[in-house]
């Protein structure tokens, strides 16, 4: 692409801009030849061509750069770029002071305050849009799917103006039995208003899976009978319910202090209450950072390497993430009973653990298709604020307390089951590989912003392109589908045992390693699958003419 | 579960009482027995198997129970090879042990050459016992010089060659220590090196790679062994690359299944054990070894001499993993086998003792073959393209190993075969796998990817090293992937297979179609039906609190309990 086709959209950029352009700078990536170039910085991009016919370039956008540092040699500055999807590329700059003034614009360029001032307000499409990503999954839409199996839930619009709760969406599914005025009053006796709405049906049994804040009980133990009789309203007569708490007792005991708590066996006898172990946010940054670090430690120790791993913690998180979703899914499942999750906001291990089930229980959830309703339904739409938990990834040196690989740890968890279950998913690593970056760096609108009432403020769907846009049209779903997809209509278990977890490799050594041989191993597979299905065509349609033969002449029929 | 405890003379079977499952150990398999006290249910009997089984019954009279136990502990004098007939006649049998030739394996190789030789001097094992007869050595060394240089090798083990890389002809030679002692030196092994040297004009050195650890050999050169002297020697580079010895390997495994056998392990406890284990450490230097003498050999054109302490564990696994780097018929089914035979076999591996298959001393049993299969496992997966074999080759040769079942592995060297008449007397278990060979094979295999990457050049970096589940897990089936990749590409394979004969069968004689029966056939092995009911097998619990109390009398423990709870 010729760089001078790029429009610098705004002023602002070009003040930051110190030196628009360097020649002779030279791009150093692992496993990949070096590149030698023109290095340009746009108002959202960092790019790098070269003059030569068929080399790569690099284009970079600045909110995918997680940290920079600058080395001189001599007169030779070299900057280092580490970006939010794992991936470090030095690039070497002649002239110390255009050196300096490209890592002072990129640093200040990659971290911009303003949302508005984002890439996907700028970028226009390139493609054909088939199907408006904005509208494909709509609550309403959604809704009339429950509807056609069951009439004890309504779509309420309490939360119309996001008064009620600022990150629930304006409507949400709740018992049919429950007015809109004690939705109200429940909220004000849930952290953040997350009053328990619905979150899954399921269709064989009639069990239902929801999720909320946790109730403000607080030191004295207040209970509120609208909260109680909303969630016994979900239960079947005689029968009882499970409530998940993602924490510990401990911790669960502890958030009293702070006016939460959880729901006490007195006031809720219907419902048994067990704890799990997922870690909040700052614990799983910490984790995430330390994983990185030891993937990419080039140093030839065993133990080293398995130590950090440990310590890291990572594959801990993974194992109870998961352990939790199969919990709650063999709660609903196996025990026939209706589940409430919760955690302490409502907005991060909660719903790990509600989209873990529904991939494990709801075959829908594992098409392509499907998988972006349950995205959208369970994380954008259920408020997970992914603005703040992706402003950074696992290199910066700016740690704020909001940043956590929450949506990346639900992405890893999807990973395993589909390493254990290769036939049942309808797509392949790369879509979740696809959705990682995007949820870190993006052209398209979706991710940004927290929670419903703050999206809303950004007027997305006007202003921006939706990422379900490009990721549904026939040539990007063909990348993204998996060839050994078979449908399979059963609820899938997976292996939560310490050995049947993986390291996400597909991400964290992603550029620490050479990947040829595996891709060309991939393609061998792909063309086999194909090969096979040519041969079926061939051999289903030569005994459709066969079978037409036979019937116009009576004399071919075999005796 | 419950059920009917068999005892037959080679096997121990379980019968389920709906008669839907059994499941039969050999006895050779069988590693411990361990009687534990009595519960209200009976008298719990856990029985542990070198293949990584782990039973556990319950009897419900002690009597019974301790029957089953001492007549398990009996030492069992007839090896299950012995008895085992596959039905086949003596011309079949006999058919069977030819298929391996080593012979012919050196000839591949281009030798006997101009500078290499066959020696009859070890004809009648009167050299060296634990050498087969055929051996090649350089044509410039004489017999005096051989018979020599075998004195001042540890069990007479004297330097032969074991490999030749023809593109460079550079040779990978092996041996064991030399008894040098502090001072002591031999001209006669001085000239055997000289002439192993001599025997390859593209380098002027040769190297000798000790494989322990350099405290190791110090150690040895106060029992009057120990390694050589590069003073002594002309043209050679010495290089420790620290493998450690069988018995810190067999305490390294220990550990480790250890770990890995606790219930509701912990991902902490896992990862701090695999890594206090040291095993995969151990894995990561036997392929670094490898590496180092691929590289010597590939790279600089250099011979290679290659030592331990005895010279046929370390030396073995670091020959035979080299020469699969360097060698791609070494990564087919039938070079694999010829590998195996080679450095293993005739160069006297202590089969016998290692996989202690007749009651020997535990001190000498040691998981050095298993840490070969498994390196070509790492491998394997780093290169999915590289081999014509899959892991289910590796893991049914390591059941075979540790069956008896098949005369190969038995004893410890060549001349304890030829007395046990294994050739008359039991049959072949390449024969057997070779008649099986569609099953083991690799679907990703590409002879063109061979061709063109003849020499593999992985990382050893530490994170390409994993644990090998499927092989030490490979009963507890709750922990395995529910779908496999690879099983349902063989079945696409397959399919394709059939679709082309009735493809021609369908254009030439239109009227004699059988397609209902081959669509029968095909959608069958489909694998769609018999995946669906695997699915079901995993219902374990996520939660204690959940757990339901077993009404089980006998039950098997891991996989096969919660396959059938």
Known sequence: ?559 | TNGTLYLTATHLIFVESSAKNSTSILHHHIASVEKLSLTTTGCPLVIQCRNFRLVHFVVQRERDCHDIYSSLLLSYEELYAFSYNPKQNDQQREEGWQLIDLGAEFERMGVPCDQWQLTDVNRDYKVCETYPRDLYVPITASKPIIVGSSKFRSKGRFPVLTYFYQEKKAAVCRCSQPLSGFSARCLEDESLLQAISKANHNCRFVYVMDTRPKLNALANRAAGKGYENEDNYSNIRFQFVGIENIHVMRTSLQKLMEVVGTRSLSMSDYLVGLESSGWLRHIKAVVDAAIFLTKAVTLEGASVLVHCSDGWDRTAQVCSLGALLMDPYYRTIKGFMVLIEKDWISFGHKFADRCDQLDGDPKEVSPIFTQFLECVWQLSEQFPQAFEFSEWFLLQIHEHVHSCQYGNFLGNNQRQREELQLRERTHSLWAFLMSDKENYLNPFYSPAYAESHPVLAPSTLPYHFKFWRNMYHQFDRSMHPRQSILKTILTLRENSRKYIPELSVCLCYPEATESTDTERTVEGSSGSESRKQSYGELEGTYNSELAKEEPAVVSLEFGVARMTC
């Not at chain 1, 003040?15 to 990949?32: N, S, Y």
């Not at chain 1, 048994?272 to 670090?293: D, P, Y």
Request: charged share 25%; glycine share 6%; aromatic share 8%.
């Open chain 1, 1 to 559: 692409m010729n760089i001078k086709l790029i429009k610098y959209g705004v002023m602002e950029f070009a003040e930051l801009i110190k030196t628009p352009r360097v020649d002779g700078v030279v791009l150093h990536r692992p496993f990949l030849p070096t590149v030698e170039g023109t290095l340009c910085l746009t108002g959202h991009h960092l790019i790098l061509s070269s003059r030569q016919d068929n080399t790569e370039e690099l284009w970079l956008l600045h909110s995918n750069i997680d940290s920079i540092e600058k080395r001189f040699v001599g007169s030779l500055g070299s900057i280092i770029v580490k970006c939010k999807d794992l991936r470090v590329i030095q690039l070497d700059i002649p002239g110390m002071e255009e050196c300096l003034n490209i890592s002072s614009s990129v640093e200040a360029l990659s971290t911009l305050d303003s949302v508005s001032l984002m890439y996907p307000f700028f970028y226009r499409p390139m493609f054909e849009v088939i199907e408006d990503g904005w509208n494909s999954f709509l609550p309403e839409e959604v809704f009339k799917d429950l509807e056609s199996m069951t009439d004890e839930w309504r779509l309420s619009e309490v939360n119309k103006d996001f008064s009620v709760c600022p990150s629930y969406p304006p409507l949400v599914a709740v018992p049919k039995d429950v007015d809109d005025d004690t939705l109200r009053k429940v909220a004000s006796f849930r952290h953040s208003g997350r009053f328990p709405v619905l979150s899954y049906y399921h269709k064989k049994n009639g069990m239902v899976m929801m999720r909320a804040g946790q109730p403000l009980t607080g030191t004295n133990g207040r209970r509120c009978k609208e909260d109680e009789k909303l969630i016994n309203a979900t239960l079947r007569p005689g029968k009882r319910g499970y409530i998940i708490d993602t924490r510990t007792i401990n911790v669960a005991q502890q958030a009293k202090a702070r006016g939460g708590g959880f729901e006490s066996e007195a006031n809720y006898p219907q419902w048994r209450r067990i704890h799990k172990t997922i870690e909040r946010a700052n614990v799983l940054q910490e984790g995430l950072i330390k994983l990185v670090e030891a993937c990419n430690d080039q140093s030839h120790s065993m133990d080293r390497w398995l130590s950090k791993l440990e310590a890291s913690n990572w594959q801990t998180h993974v194992k109870e993430i998961l352990t939790t979703a199969c919990l709650a899914a063999q709660c609903i499942d196996r025990e026939g009973a209706s589940v409430l999750v919760h955690g302490t906001e409502g907005t991060d291990s909660t719903l790990q653990v509600t989209s873990l089930a529904q991939i494990i229980l709801d075959p829908a959830c594992r098409t392509i298709r499907g998988f972006q309703g349950l995205v959208e339904r369970e994380w954008l739409q259920a408020g997970h604020p992914f603005q703040q938990r992706c402003a950074q990834s696992a290199f910066s040196n700016n740690k704020s307390r909001q940043e956590a690989p929450v949506f990346l740890l639900f992405l890893d968890c999807v990973w395993q089951i589909l390493r254990q279950f290769p036939c049942s998913f309808e797509f392949s690593e790369s879509f979740l590989v696809l959705l990682f970056e995007h949820a870190y760096a993006s052209q398209f609108g979706t991710f940004l912003g927290n929670g419903a009432a703050g999206r809303a403020k950004l007027s997305l769907p006007e202003k921006t392109v939706s990422l379900w846009s490009w990721v549904n049209r026939p040539q990007e779903l063909e990348r993204l589908t998996n060839p050994l997809y078979e449908a399979n209509s059963l609820v899938i278990w997976p292996s939560v045992a310490p050995q049947s977890l993986l390291l996400w490799e597909g991400v964290f050594l992603r550029w620490n390693r050479s990947s040829k041989c595996l891709d060309e191993a991939y393609e061998e597979m792909v063309h086999i699958i194909e090969y096979n299905k040519e041969l079926q065509n061939k051999v289903n349609s030569l005994r459709r003419q066969l079978a037409q033969l036979e019937t116009e002449d009576p004399l071919l029929q075999t005796p």
